[in-house]
């Protein structure tokens, strides 16, 4: 985006804020958006693919898998 489109983005979003806190509202929301959007442009980036792509390999965004292993109780001292 251009700065004219910014400009009257902000221009158009800022007719409805009318008290103080619709302003801290709207500020919260707008730095919880950018932190996202910059997070994930940064998984991204790290992975080499983006979100709900196939993946180039074994892992996967998202993705899960069965643990197993040995848990010992800690009360009784047996292994579960």
Same mark, same amino acid.
């Given at each position: 985006?251009?700065? #004219?489109?910014?400009?009257? !983005?902000? =221009?158009?979003?800022?007719?409805?804020?009318?008290?103080?806190?619709?302003?801290?509202?709207?500020? #919260?929301? !707008?730095? *919880?958006?950018?932190?996202?959007?910059? !997070? =994930?442009?940064?998984?991204t980036?790290?992975?080499? /693919?983006? *979100? =709900?792509?196939? #993946?180039?390999?074994?892992?996967? #965004?998202?993705? /899960?898998?069965? *643990?197993?292993? =040995? /848990?010992?109780? !800690?009360?009784?001292?047996?292994?579960?």
């Open positions: 985006m251009d700065e #004219r489109q910014l400009q009257a !983005l902000a =221009n158009e979003l800022a007719k409805n804020l009318k008290t103080p806190e619709d302003l801290s509202q709207f500020d #919260r929301l !707008l730095k *919880k958006l950018s932190v996202e959007a910059a !997070l =994930n442009a940064e998984m980036h790290h992975l080499g /693919y983006e *979100k =709900n792509q196939s #993946r180039p390999g074994a892992n996967s #965004r998202n993705g /899960y898998s069965t *643990k197993s292993g =040995n /848990y010992t109780n !800690l009360c009784t001292g047996s292994i579960v």
